[in-house]
């Protein structure tokens, strides 16, 4: 079957509650009227009960009737077909969802069974008898109880000719003939074991810390193809054009699994991955892919609408504030730390086993002890989540090599641990497996809630000590993407990132009003003292991103408000610096509560709205231009679901809300429109680069990429670049305004663009450009896209 070329996507994060396929399907028309060519859809197997994401899959061997089922799959893929589109999907190969245990039939199987069970080695699961300390002495530990006198509260209940072990609201399995007896009695017999959930009595792989995502083991042949029977038949039918791939990094060997994917799917289709790049790590140019889902392109995308000159006064009022100067050596100090203490904690667990797999392979006489600190200390330096793809080979070595003289005495332990890479066997895996858990954990999970000198630049994959990006390095990044990975996604928002692409761009405008971010915050905090200095000059950025523009106050939206709250437990808890998840402080938490409510409702609410006032239109001109950037730069650029109107999401599960595709219809026809708060300029901005694209991928794809410049005195004012077929002269140009604020004061005055030879008309007002004169070309906002006429 002919494929669509892939020129975009647009992300739909669907649910069994709110948006099924069905949904989908019921809106394929507006899908196309937009100009997208390719539907992107969240996680469609079965998955746990309740499940608003879907990427705690119970039954990869299924698609989940809550969203429909396979028949609403055939129909989505037949509507789409229908109008020339196509379908994405995204598969989770890393780990299965077990919250609810009877709901994975699997999970349950092991539970029941033990080492036993036909399912026994699909999980990552340590039986050996010695395996943590207390040990689950040769069981596999499930870490539910509030506390071991829990064990008490066990009943035993039947459900039907079922007997089960109950504990509040969860159910195990009874394994036939252990049913006699008090209930502690029925539990010694049983092949797991009830443990509390602070006891650090963990002894299967899970997905970071989660202890409800047990990881699978795809590198046994049986596991992979149970896990992609399903894929297969959506390819073999014809009924997708690509595949998404979770996480990939939390597998045995990413590249062999990709390599084993690659084959099953067949060349045509498109395979990106969730990899999360270190600052300087390129992409293995081996791995049979097309590349990422697009957070360094996000990463690029926002810095180069940051004004580099705020750095010192950012910096000083973070310092001030809060201790923390937000530069590369705070930052990589605290991040070596956060690692040590998640190696040490959440992830101990893993780490021990790590451990003992090192001294089981080498025979080492190193105290265990010795051997933790190694290991701990090594993975706390690894400055990317593994260091086993090809473009990496040697980081492990002098990350190792350091160690030595770092800490002189400790030779024999990192010889051992050396010796144990060397070897290349389960503890080179685990080790692995266990620097990006760790990684994650310590980075996007707690660091970037830590530091808050411009939050907007705290995105995965991101690097917080970069504030700004220059126009040259944007234009290197961009034509190295366009030669190495050209049908790599490219991304603004996604169900991960810390806050939508509109936050990031209001957030970001600070950087043009330093003087006046730095007063503003200081009288805020004089009148309106937050419970935390660090938790306030990270919520007030947070804050303003959201804040109604449309001359509302933020107390007549309650919705705003429950959302608020949400977001700030969730932050303060992710930071841990003053309360946490395992460790709530509830005195701290109300204090940040009742503060949330008094930035509301108190004497600083006027004083918010007039600065969000003065900054929103910069904001929209930023959220304009690096969509504009996007949608037309190197890559298959997605859309993330709502994202063609102003969008307000911060952290999941905040941008998982419903989307209202009534309101977007209507405005879709409205054409070109003024900047207001209702959006409707880049619903249009949106809809005409994707129509473009869609109608041209000979210019996109594989096609040129050259930067434009401008001259005159505003010219550090503009980013632009041309697009067109190889070889062939340009037939688009995409031009953006940056630093808006700043140009508002004085005009583009004597600002010439170079614009390539030939006439060109700007399919965003449907004028003909007669003049290269940057006021000319930016006459009706701030940006142009230009197509050639001749």
């Not at 017999?189 to 795809?218: C, E, H, K, M, T």
């Not at 670049?721 to 004061?745: I, N, Q, Y």
């Amino acid at each position: 079957m002919h494929m669509a070329p892939i020129t975009s996507t647009y992300r739909l994060q669907l649910r069994p509650d709110a948006f099924t396929l069905r949904d989908a399907a019921a809106q394929v028309d507006y899908f196309e009227a937009l100009g997208v060519s390719h539907l992107y859809l969240s996680p469609i197997l079965t998955a746990t009960s309740g499940s608003t994401h879907g990427y705690d899959v119970t039954d990869p061997t299924t698609v989940s009737e809550g969203l429909g089922g396979r028949e609403a799959l055939v129909e989505l893929s037949r509507a789409v077909r229908s109008r020339g589109m196509g379908l994405i999907v995204d598969l989770v190969p890393n780990h299965v969802g077990v919250a609810k245990p009877r709901e994975n039939a699997w999970w349950w199987d092991v539970l029941t069974h033990g080492q036993s069970s036909e399912y026994a080695d699909f999980f990552d699961i340590d039986w050996a008898e010695d395996n943590g300390a207390n040990g689950a002495n040769g069981k596999l530990s499930l870490p539910v109880l509030g506390s071991q006198d829990d064990l008490d509260a066990l009943t035993v209940e039947k459900d039907g000719e079922e007997t089960l072990l109950a504990f509040y609201e969860h159910r195990f399995p009874v394994a036939s003939g252990t049913e006699f007896g008090s209930p502690q009695e029925v539990h010694s017999r049983q092949s797991y074991r009830l443990v509390p959930w602070n006891a650090g009595i963990i002894n299967y792989r899970r997905f970071f810390a989660v202890n409800d995502l047990a990881a699978l083991r795809q590198e046994d042949p049986k596991v992979f193809e149970l896990c992609h029977r399903q894929l297969k038949s959506w390819v073999d039918e014809g009924l997708i054009d690509g595949v998404r791939i979770d996480h990939p990094d939390g597998l045995a060997d990413p590249a062999e699994y990709l390599g084993r994917l690659r084959e099953l799917i067949g060349p045509d289709q498109w395979l990106v991955i969730e990899k999360i790049l270190g600052h300087t790590e390129p992409l293995d140019p081996l791995l049979p892919i097309d590349g990422t889902t697009g957070y360094d392109a996000l990463n690029q995308l926002g810095g180069i609408f940051v004004d580099p000159a705020a750095e010192l006064e950012l910096t000083e009022l973070s310092a001030d504030l809060t201790g923390d100067d937000g530069d590369s050596t705070w930052l990589h100090h605290t991040e070596r730390q956060f690692k040590r203490d998640t190696g040490r904690g959440d992830l101990a667990p893993e780490v021990r086993r790590l451990v003992r797999a090192i001294r089981r392979e080498t025979g080492s006489r190193c105290s265990e002890t010795e051997l933790n600190d190694a290991v701990v200390v090594a993975i706390a330096r690894m400055p990317v989540y593994r260091s086993d793809y090809s473009p990496l080979a040697g980081l492990a070595a002098r990350i190792v090599g350091d160690m030595h003289e770092l800490a002189p005495g400790h030779e024999a332990a990192f010889n051992v641990l050396a010796q144990s890479l060397v070897n290349g066997g389960e503890a080179a895996v685990r080790f692995q497996q266990v620097c990006g858990a760790v990684m994650a954990k310590s980075v996007e999970d707690r660091l970037f809630y830590r530091t808050a000198r411009l939050v907007s630049r705290q995105e995965v994959g991101g690097n917080p000590a970069s504030l700004a990006v220059s126009v040259a390095e944007f234009h290197l990044h961009n034509a190295d993407r366009a030669k190495r990975w050209p049908r790599a996604m490219t991304s603004l928002s996604t169900h991960d990132t810390k806050r939508g692409e509109d936050v990031r761009a209001r957030i970001g405008v600070v950087s043009q009003v330093p003087t006046l971010w730095s007063r503003l915050i200081r009288e805020w905090e004089n009148v309106c003292p937050s419970p935390d200095p660090l938790t306030g000059l990270f919520l007030w950025q947070n804050i303003i991103g959201v804040w109604p523009a449309d001359g509302r106050s933020a107390a007549s939206v309650p919705e705003l408000r429950e959302r608020l709250h949400a977001y700030a437990e969730k932050a303060v808890r992710e930071s841990g610096a003053r309360t946490s998840w395992n460790d709530p402080d509830v005195g701290f938490e109300s204090a940040v509560h009742r503060w949330i409510d008094e930035v509301i409702d108190g004497p600083v609410a006027d004083s918010v709205s007039e600065f969000v006032g003065r900054i929103a239109r910069h904001g929209w001109a930023d959220s304009l231009g690096q969509k504009l950037l996007q949608l037309l730069g190197p890559g298959v650029p997605d859309v993330y679901q709502g994202t063609e109107l102003w969008e307000d999401s911060l952290v999941d599960p905040d941008n998982r809300r419903v989307i209202d595709y009534g309101t977007r219809r209507s405005l879709l026809e409205s054409g070109a429109a003024p900047i207001d708060a209702t959006g409707t300029a880049k619903l249009h901005l949106v809809r005409t680069a994707l129509t473009l694209r869609r109608e041209n991928p000979s210019w996109f794809d594989h096609g040129e990429y050259r930067p434009i410049f401008a001259s005159g005195s505003g010219s550090g004012h503009l980013v632009g670049f041309s697009r067109g077929p190889a070889g062939d002269p340009p037939m688009v140009v995409a031009l953006a305004t940056r630093h808006s604020l700043g140009l508002s004061a004085h005009g583009w005055r004597d600002t010439r663009i170079d614009l390539p030879e030939g006439e060109w008309v700007d399919a965003l007002s449907g004028q003909p450009v007669t003049s290269a004169d940057a006021r000319d070309v930016f006459a009706d906002g701030p940006c142009a896209l230009l197509t050639r006429v001749c």
